[in-house]
Each structure stands twice: as structure tokens, then as C-alpha cells.
């Protein structure tokens, strides 16, 4: 009991840092996000509808994106930007990092869920005089929306976790808050512990905003 009323008296004394640390790892997540969703939807379309070209060079960003580690990626940010004259802080270097990452990934859903549409769609919203702007907004778009959705969670959930990484450039989020706090009171497993909830909790309302965007983009039965 001791031990327990000391841990919470070390979490009481440490709320403002663990808080801060929380809220930094929950603005990376969501810029990286938001920023790499966008990007995405950008490769996704260029890699289903653009030309050869275009094509390739997408192509060729997209592999070597998902085929570079992601601390990799943010090493690279920082550092690499830096030495050509790109001045960016640790936190916009590894904001950029996961939502270029989050961008290769986000581009692959949208092309699966675009080319599992049949083309007999595509082709009768032409033959009633729909543009190609219609029949995407109005034809494809909502119907790829729904296949991608459990797959962009899984997505959304990695950056969350992928946001940790940021801490070796010295981002101060909350994994790097929590080791903070724990070289003071030595408290490791508990901390850990609570800062895997918190992870947990982030995670876990990523998952129900996309069950609640499921349930409002679902075909009536």
C-alpha cells in the first residue's frame, strides 16, 4: 500500500511534465497524421490515375519511403535537411519525418482501395455524362473511404507509436518526459507502465474516431 501511495505521490509531482509530454506526443501524432493523410491521398491518386511518368516517380518515392526505418527517416530530417541549408527544429524535422512515412503508406491504401472498385462504375458514371471530378467525389471517393478506414486506423496508430523515436533528436514527448521523471525517482516500471497507457488511451480514441467515421460513411441496409 506504501508503495502504491508513493507511486501516486510521484505522479502528483510529475503531472505537469507527464502532461506536457502527452500533450507534445499527441500534436506530433496529429500533424504527422493529417499532414501525411493529405500527401497520401495525393500519392494514392497519382499512383492510380496519372500518367507513366508520374507514375514512376511516385512509385519510386513510395518503395523507398516503406522501405526506410522510420529512425531513419527522422535522422535524416534533421540532420541531412540541416546540411543543405534546411533549418528546421527537432520538433518540425520529426513532424515532417512520420508524415512523409505516413504518406507512403496512406498512398498504398488509397490505390488498393481505388483499383478494387470495379471499372463497370467508372464507366456508367461516363456514360450518364459525369467529369472525372464527379465521378470521383460522388462514385469512387466514398466508397474507397470505407475500405480504407480500418487499414488508416492500424496506420494512425503506428505514427502515434512511431512518435517515441522523435526523442533521440531530442524532442521532449512523452516517452522522453517518462525517462526524465524515472532518472529522478527510479520508479522505471511504473512509469513505463503508466506511459504505455497513456499510449493505450491515445491509440484507443484513434480507433473509436474511426469506428464513429465508419458508422456515418456506411451504406444503409
Request: hydrophobic share 55%.
Amino acid at each position: 500500500m506504501s508503495d502504491l501511495l508513493h507511486f501516486l505521490d510521484q505522479i502528483w509531482l510529475a503531472r505537469y511534465v507527464i502532461l506536457k509530454g502527452l500533450g507534445l506526443t499527441v500534436s506530433i501524432s496529429a500533424l504527422a497524421i493529417a499532414a501525411g493523410s493529405v500527401l497520401g491521398i495525393l500519392v494514392g491518386l497519382s499512383l492510380t490515375y496519372g500518367n507513366i511518368l508520374l507514375r514512376s516517380v511516385v512509385r519510386i518515392y513510395t518503395d523507398f519511403v516503406r522501405g526506410t526505418p522510420v529512425l531513419v527517416l527522422v535522422l535524416a530530417s534533421f540532420y541531412i535537411l540541416s546540411a543543405v541549408g534546411i533549418d528546421l527544429n527537432a520538433f518540425q524535422a520529426g513532424v515532417l519525418a512520420l508524415a512523409v512515412f505516413c504518406s507512403s503508406h496512406v498512398g498504398e491504401i488509397v490505390r488498393g482501395a481505388l483499383q478494387a472498385i470495379p471499372k463497370g462504375q467508372t464507366e456508367a458514371a461516363k456514360a450518364i455524362g459525369l467529369t472525372f471530378r464527379q465521378t470521383f467525389v460522388s462514385v469512387l471517393w466514398p466508397q474507397a473511404l470505407r475500405q480504407m478506414l480500418p487499414t488508416w486506423v492500424n496506420t494512425a496508430a503506428e505514427m502515434v507509436k512511431a512518435s517515441t523515436l522523435l526523442s533521440v533528436i531530442g524532442v521532449a514527448e512523452l516517452l522522453l518526459r517518462t525517462q526524465e521523471i524515472i532518472s529522478r525517482n527510479f520508479m522505471s516500471l511504473q512509469f513505463y507502465f503508466l506511459a504505455g497507457l497513456l499510449y493505450f488511451v491515445i491509440n484507443y480514441g484513434i480507433e473509436r474516431f474511426g469506428k464513429y467515421v465508419e458508422r456515418k460513411t456506411a451504406v444503409p441496409s
